[in-house]
């Protein structure tokens, strides 16, 4: 007797195109429908049609927005009552506050203390309870953990969890009904959040487009994971992608490992002067992490693949400390 | 025999509304229609809805754009086979280099010493012929007179130039096509180009809108000017807004006399302060002299204005340079 098992996409992985249509309605009206920008200068430099979803210019400045509404407003109201906690290096700090406050829930933020001021001013400014930490992945978990069990709050995971991952996958989803034909996608790849939800929305909807990840040298767990087929994690990440510092997740590796076609790693010179030539070109504000996918569009290497026309990109977010600009 | 002497708006002044319109079927298609953003917390701040017409996501970063194209394009084949040639502290250089170089004609630029480098280095990438001179319009006007004799190239004047005026009303023209129900429009003034462009198609469209002027206290002579009922000139500006360092033209300061409410002027602190907002709350790039409009609303003194609601904002531009910034 042969026994034939058959793995859907939505029961294999965290998160299924279904869950990613679900989060985009629980999102619409409540978050920007960001606009697609292009620029002449850019495409140039990079020898194809690039095609930027500016998530700088959601609720809170970055996707992350999405990821943390969809947790946030798909819990019950019994779940809700009890508020919502997470540990996060700034963007998902605030996407969880901001969600929090708009439900009308308290929220506790756990953040590492050499987090960027603006990123910290702005999660007081939505009413969260803010503990900081050391800046170390054991202290942001042990804090969290104290301080979950002490308030009954529902964790949200600022990656790992299934609806985050189907939250961050609607960016791509709308970016694909947009622009019509597009070749290739990339993200950048921190805790892995964004880019499996960008795989499971992209593969469901056009089966042909590549896949690309993108990671600062100083970070590069996913891009090492990748290579060795198995997930590493980020041990001392050094980079200015303070965005991009965390290891991939069991639920987001998972997607992962099956969908990037590659994953491209630039050095923090590179990023910064692609946040440079963004600024300067479009005249819109990226930080450092969300620079990563520019810097791998414009290298020689990136530029050498063939077969690509329209290439996708999703720009992150844009809060950067303008006191402590690398230019 | 009694004579009555009819002024119609088309003789009156150096731009009708029938110039703007024929303006924008020129620029169209060649320049950008710019996106009117919205922004919840600039709203809170200012008491009212703002509409931002973002024209420093215009060809070059700047509305100038729009006066240059026109004024360049509207040529004859056997002047512009000359060339062209201006004086210009940054932005108007741009527009006129580039339209040169998008009709394929030469272009001759006078750009006082002390210009910000990213604006000089624009200007030589549209391959225009520089040359500098001391920051006194006086030295400008010379240097210019000099090289127009010698080339027979057209002096594009920045803001005098009736085809730059009618130009820079297009933007107007956009925002008020865009967005009902306009209650005011607020632009910075300079050499009043922007402004009475602005005038010229406001008051065609929306005879009961309100039309204020911005400018900063260390280059006042437009709000000096309105308040003495003639025109003033500036000496020796002393302001961070680099592109409001010029005196207002005869055709500029005929029409802004006639058709503005109000002139505001603000602090280069505010200023400062208004341009750090935009760019850390709607995520975007925008120059010093583009942000004393947004200063002005945030102000106790326009707040306390009374029956407005919905005020139009015309982003000026967002060319700056990024190594010395004011924050």
Known sequence: MMVVCLHTLMGKYAASIDDVRSAAKRIKGVGHRTPVLTNNTLNQMAGRNLFFKCENFQKIGAFKFRGGWNAVSILDDDEASKGVCTHSSGNHAQAVAYAAMMRGIPSYIVMPNNAPEVKLNAVKGYKAEITLCEPTLEARRTTLEKIAKKTGATVIHPFNNPDVIAGQG??????????????????????????????????????????????????????????????????????????????????????????????????????????????????????????????????????????????????????????????
Chains 1, 2 share one sequence.
């Not at 089966?207 to 690309?212: D, E, Q, R, T």
Request: aromatic share 4%.
């Open 170 to 327: 609607t960016a791509a989803l709308e970016l694909i009904e947009d622009i019509e034909d597009l070749d290739a996608i990339i993200a950048p790849i921190g805790g892995g959040g964004l880019m499996s939800g960008t795989c499971v929305a992209t593969h469901s909807l056009l089966p042909n487009a590549k896949l690309y990840g993108a990671e600062p040298k100083g970070a590069d767990d996913a891009y090492r994971s990748l290579k060795e087929g198995r997930m590493l994690p980020q041990e001392n990440p050094d980079t200015i992608c303070d965005g991009l510092l965390t290891s991939l997740g069991e639920n987001t590796w998972n997607i992962l490992k099956d969908h990037l076609d590659a994953i491209y790693t630039v050095t923090d010179d590179e990023v910064i002067k692609a946040m440079r030539l963004i600024w300067e070109r479009m005249k819109i504000i990226i930080e450092p992490s969300c620079a990563t996918p520019v810097a791998v569009v414009l290298s020689d290497q990136f530029k050498a693949l063939e077969g690509m026309e329209n290439i996708g990109i999703i720009l992150t977010g844009g809060n950067v400390d303008l006191s402590k600009l690398p230019f």
